[in-house]
Nanobody, 129 residues
Framework: QLRLVESGGGLVQPGGSLRLSCKGT????????IGWFRQVPGKEREGIAC????????DYVDSAKGRFTIFRDIAANTVYLQMNSLKPEDTAIYYC??????????????????????WGQGTQVTVAL
């Protein structure tokens, strides 16, 4: 059984917005740092953003800064990725993942794929006219 389930992907025009959701299926997901990643067929998976256990630390890769926002709703056991000003190069399968032992315990997170312990199934985002 998957511990994380992504949703919210779809087809959007350039300049548009999407909000991806990453819902934990177990309460323990709220105890973990969560990261968002994306992968284009034939290319390596890329870390985009992460959020710490306590939600106070956020980190983004350069391509996401100023356009994407990660946030979490503890009551809903869900982490969101708000994506604005989407570009065709944002087209990819988007995954979320959980890190059970993040840096600095409650206050850190990382966009390094190797840190993450469990993954969702992914959701497709396509940015095109």
């Amino acid at each position: 059984q998957l511990r994380l389930v992504e949703s919210g992907g779809g087809l959007v025009q350039p300049g548009g917005s999407l909000r991806l959701s990453c819902k934990g299926t177990e309460p323990s997901s709220n105890d973990d740092a969560i990261g968002w990643f994306r992968q284009v067929p034939g290319k390596e998976r890329e870390g985009i953003a992460c959020i710490s256990r306590n939600g106070m630390t956020l980190d983004y890769v350069d391509s996401a800064k100023g356009r994407f926002t990660i946030f979490r709703d503890i009551a809903a056991n869900t982490v969101y990725l708000q994506m604005n000003s989407l570009k065709p190069e944002d087209t990819a399968i988007y995954y979320c993942a959980g890190d059970v032992n993040p840096p600095h315990w409650s206050t850190g997170c990382s966009t390094l794929e190797l840190r993450y312990d469990y993954w969702g199934q992914g959701t497709q985002v396509t940015v095109a006219l």
